[in-house]
């Protein structure tokens, strides 16, 4: 990588004057692991004092701001060194280099400066800016004369990158020879490089799937690190048996959960946590704390849901949402799982710490009957602070991009902003949101087409035949991953039946949401495979009648334990009958909604069936007909008079 040389050279001056080196590490989880990989590995080279600070994502956002600087300051550092952000983090570095100079108090004391040296790693594009002038030493893949040929490597991959250089260097330096020690191993490190890798969804180019199969291996071998063990087993997951999507959805997730709804130095301790007891305990925190961020991400998903279909944003092609309750650390989360359902560029948003506070102090005034002079005082306080949020893109709507010419156009909207194609963070000023939300839905608009919101489904092989879907094939499949982003598993389409047994619970809803049930292949009736869909329910309503389309990969279910069954997991369902029916039943409900809305305030009708309104009024055939008999001969007619 670019730079690497004055890198290690920077960081062995430090290691051999005993300097106080710092880590500024980021609240995800490629975060987290760059961060425990630079204490213990830094440590593991000869690093003496070592120490780590995580930016509290409500208070300070993200990455190397001034505020992370002075706090970084606070501990005295000789060498700050950023993973996984401070690409574009100018005024941070600008505010580390000011670490040095001296401090004139009001009485005239003077406070000696502290200098302090900056080493960035990070993974990020950079910014319009260009790079920041008062780091040190930048290692990023993603800068200009940069050729690592791996550039989507993680943040933990170039801060691993960074470890495994600096211990050559050291060796042929004769560093550790000195110090009467083996070259250290630093192979311990390779679990942490598996999960930051497939939980910060990069592109799974060849370097990429090396490193995760090497942690992997260690995994599988029993070798893992007390804190991903008792991860894995809270999760329910075989250590022996490893996947890297078990990482993504067993490990990946709690460990994201300390930065979205505490503190990620959670997330770091369970991480570099050496007694197998006390790892358990912080894991089992970390579970309860996932726990908690599902509840309230199905609360914000359903309050999205409302929010589009109130002010009907499916006509737009980028959509923003702001809702000032929303949790910061969840918007990320529920801009993706509201993209997977509307298939466009949205941003979800809430507002920053200082909003809320605004915000609340507006409300007091509102409860208090205040002068309308001050409330209108406080709402001008409160627009000009920021809401902030996460973007999550489609493929062919690079966001950063996007961001970068709004950026250029209307300087004076956006706030602070970064990240890549379809991931990014960004904050806007409330009095700008409304005139952003157009202008971010009209540069979409330009790159974005209906037929990509309609979007389209990728299989390995249409109308395949069950003969293949052998235990032996599955697990050949299984043993040409790691399978992800840009390398994604071997996927087929069939057209199904659905077989109903009550008995062996086919079709079963799991959780309010998953689906369980037996299928046989429509063109070969009479072999059948279980199958499971998940988070395919909505509402209570299964997605299939008895016939449908799937696409789908294949999987081994180890339960009951000892046993082994072939099992299809579908990925998407289709069945074009079902969602007639399902279009006319709603179309049949909006146009009754409509007609009670005509009738409202007319007088009151008897809209029941004719049946009911008979046996309403006569209870009987002989009461209706000792009525008829009993009227008079002469009474008038009441039927309307013929044409």
């Known amino acids: 990588m670019h730079n690497m040389q004055q890198a290690v050279e920077l960081l062995e001056e430090h290691i051999r004057r005993g300097s106080r080196i710092v880590v500024v590490g980021d609240f995800d989880c490629d975060g987290a692991t760059s961060t425990s990989i630079a204490v213990e590995g830094l440590q593991l080279l000869g690093a003496k004092d070592v120490k780590y600070i995580i930016p509290d994502r409500m208070v300070h956002g993200y990455g190397l701001s001034p505020p992370v600087a ?12 950023t993973v996984d952000n401070g690409i574009a983090s100018h ?21 000696p400066g502290h200098p302090c040296d900056l080493l960035i790693t990070d993974h990020h594009l950079p910014s319009d800016k260009g790079l920041p002038e008062h780091a040190n030493v930048i290692i990023n893949p993603s800068q200009p004369l940069c050729n ?13 990158y960074v470890i495994m250089a600096l211990r050559a260097h050291l060796r042929d330096k004769g560093f550790f020879a000195e110090q009467g ?40 071998e029993g070798l893992a690190r007390p804190g991903i063990k008792a991860l894995l087993q809270i999760g329910k997951r075989d250590a022996s048996k490893i996947v890297a999507s078990d990482m993504g959805f067993a490990v990946g997730p709690r460990i994201n959960a300390a930065g979205r709804l505490d503190d990620m130095t959670v997330g770091i301790q369970c991480l570099l946590e050496k007694d197998e007891a006390k790892a358990h305990e912080i894991a089992s925190r970390l579970n309860d704390l996932n726990l908690q961020r599902r509840d309230i991400e199905q609360h914000h998903v359903f309050d999205a849901g409302v929010l589009i279909d109130e002010h009907k944003l499916l006509d737009r092609m980028g959509v923003v949402l702001h809702n000032p309750t929303w949790h910061a650390g969840v918007v990320g989360i529920v801009a993706s799982r509201i993209k997977e359902k509307i298939n466009r560029p949205i941003i979800c948003m809430t507002d920053s710490a200082a909003a ?13 009957n205040a002068p309308a002079e001050r409330i209108a005082a406080q709402e001008e306080i409160l627009m000009s602070k920021d809401a902030k949020g996460s973007c999550r893109s489609v493929p062919g709507v690079h966001l950063k991009h996007i961001l970068d010419k709004i950026n250029k156009m209307h300087p004076e909207i956006l706030g602070k902003f970064g990240g890549h194609a379809m991931a990014a963070g960004v904050s806007v000023p409330l009095k700008h949101l409304a005139q952003f939300t157009q202008i971010f839905d009209a540069e979409v608009a330009k790159e974005l087409t209906q037929e990509q919101i309609i979007g389209s489904l990728h299989v390995d092989i249409k109308d395949v035949s069950p003969q ?17 982003q840009h390398f994604p598993e071997p996927e087929f389409h069939a057209k199904f039946r659905l077989i109903r047994d009550e008995r062996r619970k086919s079709p079963w809803p799991l959780q309010e949401k998953h689906l369980k049930m037996l299928v046989e292949f429509e063109d070969h ?7 499971i869909c998940f988070n395919c329910i909505e509402d209570g309503q299964i997605p299939v009648g008895d016939r449908f389309e799937g696409t789908f990969a294949l999987s081994i279910n180890e339960f009951p334990a000892g046993r082994f069954t072939l099992q299809i997991q579908f990925k998407a369902l289709q069945d074009p009958d079902l969602t007639l029916r399902l279009d006319q039943a709603a179309e049949a409900a909006k146009q009754l909604a409509m007609k009670s809305a005509r009738t409202q305030g007319l007088p009151k009708q008897d809209l029941s069936s004719p049946i009911g309104r008979f046996r309403a009024e006569f209870g009987s055939t002989l009461a209706m007909l000792d009525e008829t008999v009993t009227t008079p001969k002469n009474h008038p007619s009441t039927d309307p008079a013929p044409f």
């Open 181 to 220: 020690k083996e070259v250290p191993n630093i192979a311990p490190l390779l679990d942490l490089v598996a999960l930051g890798t497939v939980a910060d969804v990069v592109a799974l180019d060849r370097n990429n799937r090396i490193l995760i199969s090497a942690g992997l291996r260690r995994i599988r």
């Open 148 to 160: 690592f040929p791996s550039p989507s490597i993680a943040g933990c991959g170039v801060m691993f």
């Open 356 to 368: 809320a506070e605004e915000r609340e102090a507006l409300n007091q005034l509102i409860l208090a």
């Open 91 to 111: 005024e941070g570095a600008e505010a580390v280099r000011r670490l040095g100079e001296d401090t004139v108090c009001p009485d005239g004391t003077v406070i």
């Open 468 to 484: 293949h879907m052998t235990m032996d094939f599955c697990r050949q499949i299984e043993e040409l991953g790691p399978w992800g």
């Open 525 to 531: 009736p009479g072999v059948e495979f279980p199958a």
């Open 70 to 81: 002075k706090l970084a300051g606070e501990l005295a550092p000789d060498l700050i060194v």
